[in-house]
């Protein structure tokens, strides 16, 4: 639609908007992905204003153009919100001009650590777009003119737990945080847009009408002036055993996330498989309009709601939970992997002609059901003079602060208790990630003192063993009697002993003793050769005397005296040749690279300092969701 194409106008003199908002269930891990976004974009021209979440991909996008009918390619205008790593998943795609669009992220996102949750990556926040609905002007209607309706499309923290298990409401873990992004989205509201504005809000807020959240965010607007209402009325509770089958079915077609949709019953889904399983049936997609700028309408015409489903409620027009009907074609395709899993499960094979004898199954566009609505616009006078709709907005925005009833205040000292407790949970864990930094440091440091005890007291050891042990193997091979009795020189003997020492060491501690290490060099075996040790005594002497007895005596005195120098020697060779044994220590201790002390301290120092970087990262980003949640709670204070 060009931006000149006025648009129809009803007899009651307004603007029909057909407005729906649904949660794509577009994460990287959802089935049928691709086929689901086709089927939706066949959709599309049954609306004029369309509020997405969990639209992550932009490929996701472009399917969904591709898809759509010409009329839809030509006329519409689509646009979508990247936000951090993930992306918000927020767009829109409207029939009408946009004039401006923007996203707002929410200051509070979750925790960091809660990897497999995501909500922390994808930034949550709200998409802003203002659009421009051509309008009769003039004096006589023949004039086309532009007003302005301000789109807010929102996708809130999810829960993850069933709270209906829980203990206590207040320990569902992201309560606060969609408490604070709902808060947030007031004061979006607020700051972009005045009680006389054309509002519609929509998304997936992860939770109820009568949650604290949305209480929070309609308290706040309606403080300031704004008259906000839902096109869903709440649903009872259908705990009562007393409800007939009729009611409760009428009941449960009010859900938007329910037990009814064939994805939230797989015994595979995503939040099944990691135990995240949330409260079903709960209805937590809504759209939310301004009044009297909108007036909520019947909405005959919308094919994508049941047959049955209740169109008006208690006598008044309602929203319509559309997209609920198993449309989406998803044909068995028998893997091999998918045939032993069948096996398993059920004992049968599943295989050939069998197999593809199974007829195709049919699933829902999402996870979640869609929230349509009619709104009638009413159509200001472009004329300086304020039309009778503006003027009467701005006569009760004139008035004193609206008054807040009793269970509205109520809720505005629950949240503010709340807040509180969490704002102190919060410090409690700073104070606990500081002391868990500074624990890891002073087990980093005492970790690098015991290693470096550790390996000094090793190697001690083993210098000390091979000591005794090359000891042992000295004495028992260096005998100075068997010395002098070996043939040729005493020294060369030692030495061939002392290399028989050597070699035993070499043997059994599987070592290479340092080429330095030499026994005696040829130095001192001339110098001890030059003291009568190099060559044997003989007889020669005593025979030459004639006196065989003093021959005798002068043979013991210098078969003593060799025996002598022999022992002297061989202890002179051994402590000249002794090996370096704190060397010897150190090379048996050597471990590879990777598995030195060295290396290891390294690594855990890296670990250490990482870990405190988290620790870092969790301390100020709980500091700072302290600070915003303190904010806040003033705030609600000065209500």
């Known amino acids: 639609m060009s931006g000149k194409e006025m648009a129809q106008v009803s007899p009651r003199g307004e603007v029909p908007l057909r407005v729906v908002t649904f949660n794509l269930w577009g994460i990287f891990n959802s089935k049928m992905r691709e086929a689901r976004m086709k089927a939706f974009a066949t959709k599309i021209l049954n609306y004029d204003i369309i509020l997405l979440q969990e639209q992550f991909s932009q490929a996701d996008f472009d399917i969904i153009y591709r898809s759509a009918p010409q009329e839809v390619q030509d006329k519409y205008y689509f646009r979508r919100f990247r936000s951090s790593f993930y992306g918000s998943g927020c767009a829109v795609i409207s029939r009408y001009p946009v004039k401006q669009a923007f996203f707002h992220t929410y200051p ?3 925790y960091p650590e809660m990897v497999l949750h995501g909500d922390f990556f994808a930034n949550k926040g709200a998409a802003v777009v203002r659009v421009q609905v051509p309008v009769p002007g003039g004096e ?36 606060p945080y969609r408490i604070s992004q709902a808060i947030s989205l007031a004061n979006l509201i607020l700051s972009t847009s005045r009680p006389t ?91 939310f309009f301004s009044s009297p700028a909108f007036a909520l309408r019947d909405f005959p015409s919308c094919p994508d709601v049941e047959d049955a489903y209740p169109r008006r409620v208690n006598g008044a027009p309602s929203g319509l939970v559309v997209f609920t009907r198993n449309e989406v074609y998803g044909p068995q395709e028998p893997t091999w992997g998918g045939s032993i899993w069948h096996q398993l499960i059920t004992g049968k094979r599943s295989c050939g002609k069998a197999a593809a004898a199974v007829p195709p199954d049919m699933y829902p566009m999402s996870d979640h059901y869609g929230v349509a609505a009619l709104l009638g616009m009413r159509i200001d006078e472009v004329e300086p003079v304020a039309s009778p709709v503006t003027l009467s907005i701005m006569a009760e925005a004139a008035k004193s602060p609206p008054t807040l009833s009793a269970d509205e205040i109520k809720i505005l000292e629950t949240v503010t208790t709340y807040l509180e407790c969490h704002v102190a949970k919060l410090r409690s864990q700073i104070r606990t990630t500081r002391l868990m930094a500074a624990s890891s440091v002073l087990m980093v440091l005492m970790n690098l003192w015991v290693l470096h005890r550790l390996t000094v007291k090793e190697e001690r050891r083993t210098a000390a063993m091979l000591e005794q042990m090359y000891n042992i193997a000295v004495r028992s091979t260096s005998e100075a009697t068997r010395l002098a009795k070996t043939e040729g020189s005493p020294l060369r003997g030692a030495m061939s002993q002392l290399t028989a020492a050597r070699g035993w060491v070499t043997r059994h501690l599987n070592l290479r003793l340092p080429s330095s290490l030499q026994f005696i060099s040829n130095e001192k075996a001339e110098a001890v050769d030059s003291k009568g040790v190099s060559a044997p005594i ?102």
């Open 538 to 639: 003989t007889g020669g002497a005593a025979a030459a005397e004639g006196d065989a007895k003093a021959g005798a005596r002068q043979q013991a005195r210098e078969d003593k005296k060799t025996a002598v120098a022999v022992a002297t020697a061989v202890r002179d060779a051994a402590d000249e040749g002794r090996p370096d044994f704190a060397a010897i220590a150190e090379a048996l201790a050597l471990r590879p690279l990777w598995a030195s002390t060295w290396v290891s301290s390294v690594l855990n120092i890296a670990a250490s300092v990482i870990g405190t970087a988290a620790f870092a990262i969790g301390m100020f980003q709980r500091a700072g969701n302290a600070n915003v949640l303190e904010e806040q709670v003033q705030q609600i204070r000065l209500l």
């Open 140 to 175: 006589n209607g023949d004039a086309v003119a532009l007003q302005e309706v301000i789109l807010y499309t929102t996708h809130l923290v999810a829960i993850y737990q069933k709270v209906s298990q829980l203990s206590s409401w207040k320990k569902e873990r992201y309560l």
């Open 108 to 110: 509070l996102q979750g």
């Open 197 to 287: 504005d054309r509002i519609i809000i929509g998304g997936d807020f992860n939770c109820s009408q009568r949650s604290l959240e949305v209480q929070m965010m309609l308290i706040l607007l309606k403080k300031h002036g704004y008259n906000v209402r839902s096109v869903l009325p709440p649903p009872r509770a259908l705990l009562d055993k007393a409800t007939n089958e009729a009611e409760r079915d009428q009941g449960l077609r009010l859900y938007t996330f329910s037990d009814r949709n064939t994805f939230n019953t797989m015994k595979t889904s995503y939040f099944k498989l990691l135990k995240l399983e949330a409260d079903i049936p709960s209805q937590i997609d809504h759209i």
